[in-house]
């Protein structure tokens, strides 16, 4: 097969897109000069700057890898960035019952499990139907996606960081197909989020800086909540409110995308309870329960010990006496991690009814 034109080239793989239900698909080339340059130098910055906290992996050589396609595909000429959207948490259930707040991207199916089927089906059809090498991959992948939607036009970095897409404002998750394929790019957004600072306002830890665009993610709640592994800073836990999973907080803040509630089938929730779960029923899970409980959901990632601390510094801030019991309980876990947040927690619960009385 000779090569296909550009523009043929680019019809195909948008059909492919297409049938594959993605509500986005835009092309950014990257065959000439350095188009990530920037968004390297902005890494770099950010890992000397401590900003990436214990993200180990990400040394200087996984960040100038993952800003260059090439190394990433030999002689990638194009990159197909492709996204799926999730809606907002709806309101949690008004029973009385303490309850912890997950991200919204996380209270479905793992979207890593979503998203690999349908980018490998079409990195196939690339290589068979088109002749052309291709090679998938979601944000675990040596890829910085966010960089590339945004030469891509599918959206403009706002000052949280957050990739803002026209329609979806930041309630999409994004996977991406580098191939050796010469597309028609798209053009970037000529976008900004000018004088708003309402993501910065939002941020209950200030992981944002000032002037946005820059986030710490020592003081990110999803950082914290997901990757961080010891315990957390005192002085952080009062402000991390209900959240056990992630932290929505400058999304609901957006404006951008404010009225999208669309959300991709395998993304949406299967219950309330997968949004906002009772947090002392996570208190009595073992490592056999934690793992059956979430399987095939991004939630594993916390591990067990990670998501029973972030549910003890929940209930530290939210809980009640009726939570008293099974905090004890949890005094006696077998994790010396989940020990020290249970005491803080029953030592915050205590104080707050003092000053009730």
């Known amino acids: 097969m000779g090569p296909m034109a550009p523009t043929s080239a680019r019809d195909a793989v948008l059909a492919m897109a297409r049938d594959e239900g993605f509500a986005l698909a835009r092309i950014a080339a990257v065959d000439e000069g350095e188009p990530l340059a920037p968004a390297r130098a902005t890494a770099l910055d950010a890992l000397a700057a401590g900003h990436l906290a214990e993200m180990g992996w990400m040394t200087a050589d996984w960040l100038a890898r993952a800003t260059d396609p090439g190394a990433f595909l030999a002689g990638a000429r194009s990159v197909i960035m492709l996204a799926l959207p999730y809606a907002r948490a709806a309101a949690p259930p008004a029973d009385g019952v303490s309850r912890g707040r997950v991200a919204a991207y996380a209270a479905g199916r793992d979207y890593h499990r979503i998203f690999e089927s349908k980018l490998r089906r079409m990195a196939r059809r690339i290589r068979e139907e088109l002749g052309a090498a291709a090679r998938p991959t979601v944000d675990y992948g040596p890829l910085l996606e966010r960089p590339l939607a945004s030469l891509a036009g599918m959206g403009w ?115 309330p309870d997968a949004t906002f779960p009772p947090l002392t029923d996570l208190l009595a899970l073992d490592e056999d329960a934690f793992r059956e409980r979430f399987r095939g959901r991004a939630i594993q990632r916390a591990k067990r010990d990670g998501l029973l601390r972030n549910a003890c510094i929940a209930l530290g801030n939210t809980g009640t006496p009726a939570d008293l019991p099974a905090l004890t309980a949890a005094l006696t876990d077998p994790s010396p991690l989940v020990r020290e947040h249970a005491a803080w927690a029953i030592a915050q619960i205590e104080a707050r009814e003092e000053r009730q009385d």
């Open 157 to 271: 970095f706002g000052k949280s960081t957050m990739l803002l897409t026209p329609g979806f404002g930041p309630w999409v998750l994004l996977g991406a197909v580098a191939t050796t394929l010469d597309l028609a790019p798209d053009a970037p957004l000529r976008k900004s989020c000018g004088s708003c600072t309402r993501c910065i306002v939002a941020c209950p830890t200030g992981a944002i800086s000032p002037e946005g665009h820059v986030v710490d993610a020592r003081r990110c709640i999803s950082y914290l909540t997901i990757e961080h592994r010891g315990s957390i800073p005192l002085d952080l836990r009062p402000l991390m409110g209900s959240w056990i999973f992630g932290c929505d907080e400058c999304l609901d803040a957006c404006p951008v995308g404010a009225a999208s509630r669309e959300t991709h089938p395998d993304l949406a929730p299967p219950s």
